[in-house]
């Protein structure tokens, strides 16, 4: 071998070889782990990845998934070309188009519903991708339909609104400072990566963990506590804990005086969750209990890491975040430093330590002229709190017309498996008028569509993201668009010459209009094209403590809240109280016993797992192969005794609603009487087990983590 062949063999970076490192950034788990990437290209095309050890988030790290982008991009199933359907929905018949014929054909049928019958009529949406939601909420909102929403009808906003509806304003564990981290659901160690090292860095510093957890977690791992909880019963453990620091004197007087409201009402209904009736609502030992709330309370500052999703993913799911919650102010521990302390949101939904005037720029409060948004009239609370449509009504709306009918629909990433009663979802998609979908993959959502444009992925593609160290990037293409694909912001810019001509910040183009949110923030684009791996923002914010001393609480009272004036008026309404009133979830032992008894196991749907992200990388045979036989169902061994059940068997999942085969996965992590099954498969869909209505009434979140289901062998 000759030593340029050598080089070459090495993937070694230069003349010789031709190879050059572009900076770029990972985005396959959107959007809070946004890793930074070094792609060595050569010719135009992508010859290996690293991470970029610059990167402050990342340092030079790369999970599984993100080792694996070039099987991503050059995967397969990538759509090459604008696609009109030409067969029956489904059918996957479909003849290539020109992008200006596919823009053309959308902006018509859009503007001919918005003609015929309101704006309204028009729905747009965006799936777990986040960089070009701003873009497509103007869009939305200049158009004039109060229907944009997101997947976060399914993800972080009903956690948003617990901590909205206690304190106003959300605040998130400053992990870096504090002295007791209590981890309620949440597991970086295969979700967040740059967490999972912070954690790590901070235990051997000191600091106490615990966590809570119905999983032995890797995080459960290294908690010096662990409260195995039985799935959807957290509100009670929470309260149970109140319970003790209330009893022991332990909570905060000064702090509960002057900045809240209704802790005499709290007091007195948490007095009936001993740690012994804690126990047995939520398995949980009583002694564990008492353990966990004193350490919490007694350990100088203390901070709640919470999650997206998991403790949201109930029918109870806000009225149980918000009594976990609360410990952060009975301890005194709420906007504080080493606490949960409050930054502003920089951009789509990231801190990044600078204002911005994204809120100005996307225009949401146009929605108050227009018609009520889908699923506002089911979920006034959502409604009140939160500036998008609630859709997981929309399978609804479209099979019953009313309010009324929804006939076009936009969809960016768009998954009919991410609601549950996916089948439902799938069939009421036909009583659209016009559907297109864009994406980077052709999915079976897509194969519904009438129209399919092709997305390209973030190594082909510009934009802006922020992280909460005060760290900015504008990538820059590392190569050029693969085939005929796009970036769905300039798709979106395409659409709004034709669908808002009049709009004149969408007339500046999209680096201007990226120019014009951080014009605060002092960052442009200009700056950030010279330093392609990212920098730091150049004047960092310095908040500081307890900023509710001057001008109060975000909440009606001005006050931390234990009692909710947002709530209030529903006093009555099943799951609506305005105290932290524990109900079990809609299905389980204790709220549907007649279920229970022929369906004796409770089933979680979608607990993470590190090598798979919602549906994107089962198509990518490394990943894949780090969990050989999936789809599988992890089950405790004594559960699999009792069932006679062995490793990597077939079982059937039922719950009335439907059933699924998967295989079986024995392992002492998951709790006995518990089995959890991630979603999304294809071929083994999760979501076919849950039914349409059993969500949330204050978020209107889907119940994925606590129906009830049987097993049995195949
Ligand atoms: N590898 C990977 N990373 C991801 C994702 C992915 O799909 N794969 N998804 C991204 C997204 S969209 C999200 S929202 C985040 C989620 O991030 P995390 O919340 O960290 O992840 P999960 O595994 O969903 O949940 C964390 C833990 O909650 C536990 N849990 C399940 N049910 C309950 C419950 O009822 N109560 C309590 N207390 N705990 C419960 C699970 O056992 C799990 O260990 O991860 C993001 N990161
Ligand atoms: N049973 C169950 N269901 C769940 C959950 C659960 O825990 N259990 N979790 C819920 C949560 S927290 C979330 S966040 C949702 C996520 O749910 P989804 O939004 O369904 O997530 P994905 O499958 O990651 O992405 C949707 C589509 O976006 C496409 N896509 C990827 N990158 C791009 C891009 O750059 N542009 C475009 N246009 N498309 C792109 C993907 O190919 C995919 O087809 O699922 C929810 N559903
Ligand atoms: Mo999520």
Known sequence: MTDAERLLKAKIPCSETGIEVKKSMCTICDPQTQCGLDVFVKDGKIVKVEGN???????????????????????????????????PRGSGQFEPISWAEALDTIAEKCNAAKAEYGPESVAFFAGYTKYFRPYLTRLAMSF???????????????????????????????IANTDCLLTWSSNPFYTNPGNARMLLKRKKEGMKIICVDPRRSPTAGFADIHLPVRPGTDGALALAMANVIISENLHDKDFIREYTVGFEEYRAYVAGFTPERGETLTGVPAARIREAARLFAKSGKSAIMFSASPVVHHTNGVQNYRAVFMLSGLTGNYDVKGGNFVQPMSFIHMPGRF?????????????????????????????????????????????????????????????????????????????????????????DTCQQADIVLPACTSLERSEFRCYGMGYAIWTQPAIAPLYDSRSDVDIIFELAKRMCPEDELFAMGYEK?????????????????????????????????????????????????????????????????SLPVYTPPKYSPEGSPEIYKDYPLILNTGSRLPMFVHTRTYRLSWTSS?????????????????????????????????????????TEMVRPGVVHMYHGHMEADANKLLEWDYLDPISGFPGFKSALCKIENI
């Open 144 to 174: 004039g339909s109060p229907n944009y929403a997101t997947e976060s009808s399914t993800c972080f906003f009903a956690t948003a609104m617990a901590m909205m509806l206690v304190y106003g304003r959300p605040g998130a564990a400053d």
């Open 513 to 577: 209009c990226v120019d014009w949110i951080l014009e605060p923030s002092g960052l442009t684009v200009e700056e950030m094209k010279k330093h392609p791996g990212g920098m730091f923002v150049p004047d960092p914010l310095d908040l500081p403590e307890r900023k509710y001393m001057d001008g109060g609480f975000g909440t009606p009272s001005g006050k931390m809240e234990f009692v909710s004036k947002i709530l209030e008026p529903y006093e009555g309404a099943p799951g609506l109280a």
């Open 626 to 666: 780090l969990r050989p036989g999936h789809p599988l169902a992890d089950i405790n061994p004594a559960d699999a005794k009792k069932y006679g059940i062995e490793q990597g068997g077939r079982i059937r999942i039922s719950t009335p609603k439907g059933c699924i085969e998967v295989g079986a996965n024995l």
């Open 355 to 443: 204002y911005s005037r994204e809120a100005e720029f996307e225009n949401r409060s146009a929605r108050a002229k227009m018609a009520p948004a889908i699923g506002s009239g089911n979920f006034p609370v959502w409604n009140k709190l939160v500036p998008e449509a609630q859709i997981m009504y929309l399978p609804e709306q479209l099979r019953t017309g009313k309010p009324y009918k929804v006939r076009c629909l936009l969809g960016f990433g768009p998954n009919y498996r991410m609601w549950p009663d996916s089948d439902g979802m799938l069939a009421s998609l036909e009583n659209l008028d016009f559907f297109a979908a864009t994406d980077v993959f052709m999915t």
């Open 53 to 87: 050890e610059d990167h402050p988030y990342n340092g030079g790290v790369l999970c599984s998934k993100g080792a694996a982008t070039r099987q991503y991009v050059y995967s397969e199933d990538r759509i090459k070309t604008p696609l009109r359907r030409v067969g």
